[in-house]
């Protein structure tokens, strides 16, 4: 506790020490030569997964994590760069040489019953609808 500040609330999705040593490596170091992170890495995750899990907004998250606009920042730039599909990519292939299955799948399999289309098929999605006239009064009346 530095300067009697109390340490952080706990929260349901914050990153236990396994799961942080698992991905620690996995996430982009602060650029050298630059100024000095103000907040480390597993604090902004932990913001991340906050917003994810609890749907809140940005400017909702709360004050003990770090501000919003930084976590925003490194949520988009991670996104962007490709970290976030690298770290699901590896923790994948971790879950499937853990389960005895080589790391990268042989195949893939997508049947009629994983892709839905449509009930009337093809060029009928295509086709404009009219409304009828009613439907059309009530929509320019709450207009």
């Known amino acids: 506790m530095l300067g009697g500040m109390r340490p952080r609330q706990r929260y349901p999705t914050d990153l236990t020490d396994k799961e942080w040593t698992l991905i620690q490596h996995l996430v982009p170091e602060a650029k050298s030569g630059g100024r000095p992170a103000d907040y480390p890495r597993r604090d902004i995750l932990n913001g991340i997964f906050y917003l994810l899990r609890s749907g809140c907004s940005w400017r909702m998250l709360?004050?003990?994590l770090p501000p919003w606009r930084i976590v925003y920042h490194y949520f988009r730039q991670w996104r962007q760069d490709g970290t976030w599909q690298h770290i699901h990519d590896m923790l994948r292939g971790d879950?499937?040489?853990a389960a005895g299955k080589h790391r990268q799948p042989s195949a893939?399999?997508?049947?009629?019953q994983s892709v839905k289309t449509t009930e009337k098929g093809g060029s009928a999605v295509l086709i404009p609808t009219s409304r009828s006239k009613g439907v059309?009064?009530?929509f320019s009346s709450i207009r």
């Open 108 to 112: 893939g399999i997508i049947d009629s």
């Open 95 to 97: 879950v499937r040489v």
């Open 136 to 138: 059309s009064a009530i």
């Open 62 to 64: 709360p004050h003990d």
